[in-house]
């Protein structure tokens, strides 16, 4: 009859089976404080070039050469369009058949000049007369001057029929055809250099203050990363934007287009105490609040706590917190969807 009463006597009590099957494991980590932290901006700009120009005719007049298109690289000096010229033309040989003429006047009162000079040395000339054929002479040689002075305009409005490329580099724009009608001044193309390419990038005032005057900065262009010195720096506040326009230098030997987008990373020291904590150690809680999961022991068991944190800065592997958290406290990381608060635990430490 004993030997039930044995068998009894070796299993385990119902409330010890409870508390073990009710203790889950949980991984934590020391909570640590820091004094400070850095935040990284990610500032976004555009590439342009300061000599990019819109190029076109000094002169209204109709298009009747075009010797370059979009995408086109030229030289500088190569021919980009011209306008038709044949009014100019005319009016060119109009201008050279009036000075062929008013030097052929001009030789004969020089010769008519010196034969009354010999004249009046004999006394057979007036001073009148000579004063006349002077006066003539004059005459002719200022109406002479200003053909030649019109025929060195026609020249000149010839030479500005031509477009050409001021600099060399890469036609990025075309807006004319052939035949089409162009006022002076008119934007025809669109040129970009191929050297002094920039980036320009618009920085928030209290972010610059921050980092400082330095001259060499991290850029990142199609996720490669970019040594660039700055060059620039605006004086005045965008009205817009609330920023301040940085300008940095390209490698020259790397093509750029206008207008890509290119990204500045600055980064910031800042001075607070801090927790650092992996994402998935956050908890969501009540009216758009966040908790951290902590296990504190009482009696020898530990049991979990929900306490209340504000987030100072976050990306996405690690949040920075203040709050209801104290040094050397036991952080619970992973498995929080199956855990809730008092639950008892037993834990295993880990470095954070």
Known sequence: MLWPIL????????????SNSAATAVTTHAIEYQSHYQRLHRLVGAINNQQTSNVGF???GKVANINAAAGDTVAAGQQLASLDTALLRSDRQRLLASIEQLQSQLELN???LERQLQLQQQGYQSQQQLDELNSAKRSLQAQLQQAQAALTSNQLQ????VLKAPFSGTVSQRQLAPGQVVSAGQTLFTLVPNQGAEAKIGVPVTLLNKVGNQF???????QQP?????IGRSKAVDATTRTVDLRFALPQQQLWFDGDLIYLELTENIDAEVVQVPISALISGLRGRWNLMVATATDGQWHLQRRDIQIIHSNDRHALV???IEEGELLVTEGLQRLVAGQQVTVTKAAL
Do not use: F, M
């Not at 010839?158 to 029929?161: A, G, I, M, Q």
């Open 226 to 230: 970019i040594s660039a010195q700055l």
């Open 322 to 324: 203040q709050g209801a």
């Open 216 to 222: 060499d900065y991290q850029l990142s262009h199609q």
């Open 158 to 161: 010839l030479d500005k029929s």
């Open 7 to 18: 068998i009894s006597g070796c299993q385990p009590t119902a409330a010890e089976a409870t």
């Open 110 to 112: 020089q010769s008519t």
């Open 58 to 60: 000094e002169l209204a």
